[in-house]
């Protein structure tokens, strides 16, 4: 399953940035997902919950921010929203050769919040940090 890989890859991710920091729970995770990126929103928070499971992701959220798809026509410089499924022609002059994706392909983690110290059920929380330890995944 596509979702799964994608899940099991920004795990291990954040796992290991997490150990580098020595983050003993992460809270949070922040994903960039292009609309043309073909992964299912709740396939994928499905699959993240499945692979966060006995790491220190356990229970984190997961908050995917889903990118427009924008296409720009290389010969009027034209841009538009490319939309699903996909309209690669250019909706100014027509032209279909030399259109270019701007945007719509993304899949990356934007960022991913922790606690390095503290009790967990401590009354007061442990502050958490929002790092960015990996700004592209491909
Ligand atoms: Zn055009």
Request: charged share 20%; with cysteine; aromatic share 2%.
């Amino acid at each position: 399953m596509h979702e799964m890989s994608i899940a099991m890859a920004v795990v291990s991710q954040v796992e290991e940035a997490a150990a580098a920091a020595g983050a003993h729970t992460v809270s949070a995770v922040r994903l960039q997902v292009g609309e043309l990126a073909g992964v299912v929103p709740d396939a994928l928070a499905f699959c993240f919950e499945l692979a966060c499971a006995d790491t220190v992701l356990e229970g984190a959220a997961l908050t995917a921010e889903a990118v427009p798809a924008r296409a720009r026509c290389t010969s009027c410089t034209g841009e538009w929203a490319v939309g699903m499924p996909p309209d690669l022609c250019c909706p100014a002059c027509g032209g279909a050769t030399g259109t270019e994706l701007v945007s719509g392909r993304e899949l990356r983690i934007l960022d991913v919040t922790w606690d390095d110290d503290g009790p967990q059920d401590a009354a007061v929380p442990a502050p958490a940090h929002t790092r960015q330890p990996i700004s592209e995944e491909r």
